[in-house]
């Protein structure tokens, strides 16, 4: 944004004054969701204003990431070494530590329209000042907040042709003397909202406001081009200092159980090759990514998993839209979330079919009138990947650093507004978002999902809020939009709750984030639910049947109560086999064990603290009740005496040799709990 080039400033304190000068001590602060938040300014800035109450500061953001808390003494013991090592370079987000803490002082507010899930739930102020907005919403939901000033972290070029001529082939960065027109900066995991932001801000400049644009550069950042590169003159101020970088907040890898590789494993069967996927974060698109690889590289023993759980049988719509088949004319990728399973599905040869911005040859490419360009016909030479941001594990983030040029440049990471809609013009007009889109899966998770087909991923019937509606709905109506195009909603049948299980299938909920007239396709662990076009009576049926049958009979009755199901309907014999104890039968059988793995793509975690996960996660299961923890520590008192096994496990715990009562009673419970679980998966 200026003529000169940036402001070039080595101190976070620097960078903080510089931004004051230009716009004043009444500052609106838009940071980018999840990992892209510049955390050496942005702690800077709420230091700043801890300490000077004429500092008015409002951030506006999303996703402000948070290290998780221990919430008993023996989750704390686990999780301290294991957090140090993940996280103990990277700094802390200190407004978000405040802002749970219920701390913010008087002059600070923090206003987010997605939460890390869960993280402010019972934070009241952070409850008010929620801003409720789609995620194509958010720009201008932002720019309504009075936006003054816009930081980031980025990626710093370090191809050599990126810096003048002039430029020493030692330069580190901005700080040591790159400077001029040729240098360029990466907006990599987060372009999602300020590609759209810039020219509104510059227009908002050129009106006579004052607004700054801030860069931290960060070389942990990887380098993404296409959308993503943007010219250093884009900032009024670069905070560049290589001395004081850090490594990238993580995301590390969670266990996927068997329920959730059932539901991976119904939702791969559901993909066109061809076609296009969407899916977000957690276990549940780890399980998609996991068989949908299986199908392409293993698809013998994919069928005949396929063949097990009686597809064409069962689940006709998987025939109907999907297929059985490797990719063999590949996938691509169109996300507002870049997850981590995106990698493995290009480094595995599914997500290779190429999409163009030249939308005669993307049409002439889907009907077969034109093979694949070999050279640059179009404006651009195609690519596999449309993401909006990225989020994973230090691996992800090291599989993103090694990409060569070419595979670099075959993942565009660009606005939102591209990726989740259809109708914006600037990056793509609807006519070439249609052709790039054809056969599209848009795949999310739920929480809940009530018999009238709406869906419930973000918050709770009192009106807190536990997340945000994201994309969410961005993509399930463009699942309704789209030629041949299905929105498939994911989500476990149960959850445990205060000791107790619970059904997600509900017969009605007083919240909603997708509302029952988008209801297309609903999967859990007992099978996939067909909805789209079908009358009340067949949705119902259709969703009771993939319900756990503990919970069946009183959703029938609920459903028969109002009218929406015939009064003689009852239960069929199948559905009563959808049980915990027939999945685990599944499951017991070596060959399916050996297919799907707790953790498929690798873990941060060491060998032992797996093994202490799953006694940690048996202990925690018996003892969330009063009568459990009663039951399982006089079984612990009785049994879980010192076993020297367990020595290497007991010293990783700081439990060898325990001190006062209450350690040495964390120390039987664990012995117990390692002797309850010596074998068995997590």
């Known amino acids: 944004m200026t003529a000169n080039g940036p402001m070039q400033v080595s101190g976070s304190d620097e960078a903080v004054q510089a931004v ?105 102020q952070q409850q008010r000042d929620y801003v409720c907005s789609n995620y194509t919403h958010a720009v201008r939901d932002l720019m309504a907040q009075g936006l003054n000033v816009i930081a980031q972290m980025v990626a710093p070029d370090s191809s050599s042709d990126s810096a003048p001529d002039s430029a020493p082939d030692s330069s580190p960065g901005l700080a040591s003397g790159r400077t001029g027109e040729k240098q360029m900066f990466s907006l990599s995991s987060n372009p999602d909202l300020t590609l759209d932001l810039i020219p509104l801000l510059q227009q908002r400049q050129a009106n006579g406001v004052p607004v700054a644009l801030v860069a931290e550069s960060n070389a942990a950042l990887p380098y993404m081009g296409n959308h993503a590169a943007v010219a250093a003159q884009t900032f009024d101020v670069v905070l560049d200092s290589p001395s004081t970088e850090y490594p990238l907040f993580s995301v590390p890898q969670s266990a996927v159980s068997a329920q959730d590789h059932l539901i991976g ?98 049409e002439a490419l889907n009907n077969g009138s034109e093979k694949p360009p070999t050279d640059n016909r179009s404006a651009s030479g195609g690519v596999v990947m449309h993401g909006g941001f990225f989020l994973g594990s230090q691996a992800f983030y090291e599989k993103l650093h090694k990409l060569t040029p070419k595979q670099r440049d075959q993942i565009c990471m660009t606005s939102v507004n591209f990726t989740n809609d259809l109708f914006d013009h600037r990056f793509g007009n609807q006519r070439l978002k249609v ?55 994911t989500l476990r049948s149960t959850r445990e709750k205060n000791g107790k299980t619970r059904s997600n299938i509900v017969f009605s909920y007083a919240h909603c984030t997708l509302p029952r007239h988008l209801r297309d396709i609903v999967i859990t662990e007992y099978g996939i639910a067909d909805l789209r076009g079908q009358p009340d009576e067949e949705v119902y049926r259709r969703l009771i049947a993939i319900a756990d049958a503990r919970f069946q009979p009183k959703l029938l009755a609920q459903a028969k109560q109002a009218g929406k199901i015939e009064a003689d309907f009852e239960i069929p014999s199948q559905w009563q086999q959808n049980t915990p104890d027939a999945i685990n039968k599944l499951f017991a059988q070596a060959d399916n064990r050996e297919l799907f793995p707790a953790f498929p793509f690798g873990h941060d975690f060491t060998d032992d603290e797996l093994v202490l996960a799953r006694a940690l996660k048996w202990l925690q299961a018996k003892t969330a009740t009063t009568t459990g923890t009663m039951l399982t520590t006089m079984r612990a008192l009785l049994k879980g005496g010192r076993a020297a096994r367990y020595d290497v496990l007991l010293t990783r715990m700081a439990l060898a040799s325990p001190e006062g009562l209450k350690a040495r009673l964390e120390r039987r419970l664990l012995v117990c709990a390692l002797g309850e679980t010596a074998t068995g998966v997590l």
């Not at 008015?56 to 686990?78: D, N, Y």
């Not at 869906?455 to 109506?477: K, M, P």
Request: glycine fraction near 10%; aromatic fraction near 8%; proline fraction near 3%.
């Open 20 to 124: 004051i000068d230009r716009v004043g001590h009444d500052i609106v602060l838009g940071l980018p969701l999840g990992v892209g938040k510049p955390l050496r300014f942005t702690n800077a800035l709420y230091r700043r204003a801890c300490k000077d109450a004429g500092l008015k500061l409002h951030i506006v953001t999303g996703l402000s990431l948070q290290i998780p808390q221990s919430s008993s003494a023996m989750e704390r013991r686990f999780l301290e070494p294991f957090l140090e090592r993940l996280y103990g370079k990277v700094p802390e987000l200190e407004y978000a530590r405040d802002a749970a803490a219920g701390k913010l002082p008087d002059n600070v507010k923090v206003s987010e329209f997605f939460f890390q899930a869960g993280s402010f739930l019972d934070q009241s």
């Open 265 to 362: 494993f119904y939702a791969s069967t559901l993909l066109r090759d061809g076609g296009t996927l969407q899916v977000g974060i957690g276990s549940l698109g780890t399980a998609l990514v996991h068989s949908t690889i299986l199908r392409h590289q293993q698809n013998q023993q994919w069928r005949g998993f396929y063949d097990q759980l009686e597809m064409d049988q069962r689940f006709p719509v998987a025939r109907q839209c999907g297929g059985t088949g490797p990719f063999t004319q590949g996938l691509y990728g169109c996300s507002e979330m870049m997850m981590e399973g995106f990698i493995h599905l290009i480094e595995t040869g599914v997500l290779t079919r190429k999409v163009y911005d030249d939308v005669a040859l993307q």
């Open 435 to 489: 052709a790039q889109r054809i056969h599209s899966r848009f795949i999310n998770s739920a929480m809940m999902h009530t018999l009238s087909g709406a869906a419930i991923s973000d918050g709770l019937e009192d009106g807190r809020v536990l997340s945000g509606v994201g994309g969410q709905y961005n993509f399930v109506a463009m699942a309704h939009e789209l030629p041949d195009a299905r929105s498939i909603v």
